[in-house]
């Protein structure tokens, strides 16, 4: 950090010198413009390369065993470009699993192919993807499977649980998509300012974000259940304790999230109230089990604490609820 004073001429303009060494690498000189934007934190950034268009960011990986998590990172990292290139004909089983990778990612696509490589390009235009919007559509999903989760398991609908897990691409998809916008957002600052997210938020919306796509896998784990139990109905008493405590972990990771948006501090203390309602709504599952309900005692009884770890998650993202910055 260089530090300089600010000067006044007598017309009560403000002005500061730029450093001759970072004008003349950028090729200033006099009657040369630079641009000038404020974020939204209040500091001041100066562009000397406003007009130059940006550059794509290629990167260019070979097969391996481990590529479709390469192919992962080079993504949320922001890459416009992934190119990947087989020293002689790239295999059958490669290029499958780059395909795999590019349709679990939203906006990567395939522009290019032969014998040895693949080229896949992201379509995506950073400003149109708000993070908001993209955490609220993934806790839309979120929410839907952990409600038909417990629904499937209940009345024992083997198709309805099948969909809850296949919903689950969908979630990481947008979590993926929302982690790549995240990191753009901090390494542009003009960005930040069009989409109205300070860098400082983004740690929190990656967070709150982790925590949704959580949920969206204890949703899964209740499907499987529900799956395991081929089209067992639970009995009317059990199924009153589960969804007792479904409905509170279901409010609060709902409430958690429109409290974060709020950014309401009182209603996010208020959800780890609900602590010991969820625990003893779970002893007395695990007690109704196993004295009536045995033969099934380890498939409700993981679906049982699949639900506490839920609330658990919507109590971490009520954690995280701070107030409006100044």
Request: net charge neutral; charged share 25%; hydrophobic share 40%.
């Amino acid at each position: 950090m260089e530090l300089r004073k600010v000067q006044r001429t007598g017309g009560g303009t403000f002005f500061v010198c730029l450093p001759k060494d970072w004008a003349t690498r950028n090729g200033l000189d006099k009657s040369s413009v630079v641009a000038l934007s404020e974020t939204p934190d209040g500091r001041l950034i100066v562009n000397a390369r406003h007009s130059v268009e940006r550059t794509p960011q290629i990167a260019s990986l070979l097969p391996s065993p481990l590529l479709d998590r390469e192919i992962m990172g080079k993504y949320l990292l922001g890459y416009d470009i992934i190119r990947v290139e087989a020293k002689d004909r790239m295999s059958p089983g490669d290029r499958e699993r780059i395909k795999q990778s590019s349709s679990r990612l939203i906006g990567l696509e395939i522009v290019e192919e032969d014998y040895s490589k693949i080229v896949m390009q992201s379509l995506l235009e950073p400003s149109a993807f708000p993070p908001d919007k993209i955490l609220q559509r993934e806790q839309s999903i979120a929410s839907s499977m952990h409600r038909d989760a417990v629904t499937a398991l209940i009345e024992g609908d083997e198709h309805m649980a099948r969909n809850v897990v296949a919903r689950d691409v969908e979630v990481n998809r947008l979590y993926f998509l929302l982690v790549r916008i995240l990191r753009t957002v901090i390494q542009n600052p003009s960005l930040s300012e069009r989409l109205g997210i300070l860098p400082i938020d983004c740690l929190d919306y990656r967070l709150t974000a982790s925590l949704v796509e959580a949920i969206g896998d204890k949703s899964v784990q209740l499907a499987e259940a529900a799956v395991e139990l081929s089209g067992v109905k639970i009995q009317r008493d059990l199924a009153q304790l589960l969804l007792k405590l479904h409905k509170v972990a279901f409010d609060t990771h709902e409430s958690a999230l429109k409290a974060m948006f709020a950014r309401d501090i009182a209603s996010a203390e208020a959800l780890r109230g609900e602590r010991k309602t969820v625990e003893n709504l779970l002893s007395e599952v695990e007690s109704l089990v196993h004295r009536s309900y045995s033969s099934m005692a380890f498939q409700v009884l993981a679906a049982a604490s699949a639900i506490r770890q839920i609330y658990g998650h919507g109590v971490d993202i009520a954690d995280l609820v701070m107030p409006r910055t100044p």
